[in-house]
């Protein structure tokens, strides 16, 4: 139990354009779920978190214009990356709280994006 | 700032060895703890939670809290190559809503043959 998945796995992009990624609770229904980047060698850095139905709350430094997240249903959160840039290609991966009192979160398997 | 530190590593330990991994935490509201194991290239894979004081046992894996030390860690009997990873010690954030983990940099973990 507790899958989580993403899509896409990779995204190649130009410039300026946008990017859609998913995250969908896949067995269970997902109370909260957490959006990560991690840069090759470096931990993972939370960027914001999502409770759906909501608005996302963001970490200090994160441009929420930048980084729109949707949270949709109990069981999908998306993250679009606007007007993309070569410094924000990473690893993006999320994560998911199946809410039934503990505080695990599960991940999805990440989307690795590259802006050229 | 809330911090969970980890020594960086590599830990290296031969095959059959007992892998001994620590994390000490600076948030004495943190209630839950986990262990992540996270292979080059992949997303982090939830191993252990622990929520009290003592040992808890998985298979090979047992994790140990000390909520009076902020210490927790991670112990790998029998390690294999297989186990060669970074192991991310996280903790909930006593003071933060909708369940947010802080996480150390890391572990990593080099078995040899």
């Known amino acids: 139990g507790a899958v989580v998945s993403q899509h896409p796995s990779w995204v190649i992009c130009k410039s300026g354009t946008s990017v859609k990624i998913e995250c969908r609770s896949l067995?269970?229904?997902?109370?909260?779920m957490f959006w990560y980047r991690q840069f090759p060698k470096q931990s993972l850095m939370l960027m914001a978190t999502s409770n759906e139905g909501s608005k996302a709350t963001y970490e200090q430094g994160v441009e929420k214009d930048k980084f729109l997240i949707n949270h949709a249903s109990l069981t999908l959160s998306t993250l679009t990356v606007t007007s993309a840039h070569p410094e924000d290609s990473s690893f993006y991966i999320c994560s998911a709280t199946p809410g039934r009192g503990g505080h695990e979160q599960y991940f999805g398997p990440g989307t690795r994006l590259t802006v050229t | 700032q809330k911090e969970v530190e980890q020594n960086s590593g590599p830990l290296s330990v031969p095959e059959g060895a007992i892998a001994s991994l620590n994390c000490t935490y600076s948030d004495r509201g943190s209630q839950s703890f986990f262990w992540y194991r996270q292979y080059s290239g992949k997303s982090p894979e939830l191993i252990m939670s622990?929520?009290?004081?003592g040992d808890k046992e998985d298979g090979r894996f047992t994790a140990q809290l000390n909520k009076a030390s902020q210490y927790v860690s991670l112990l790998i009997r029998d390690s294999q190559p297989s186990d060669s990873a970074t192991y991310l010690c996280?903790?909930?954030?006593?003071?933060?809503?909708?369940?947010?983990?802080?996480f150390g940099a890391g572990t990593r973990l080099a078995v040899h043959p």
């Open positions: 996280a903790v909930t954030d006593g003071a933060g809503g909708y369940n947010k983990l802080i």
């Open positions: 067995d269970f229904q997902a109370t909260t």
């Open positions: 622990i929520y009290s004081n």
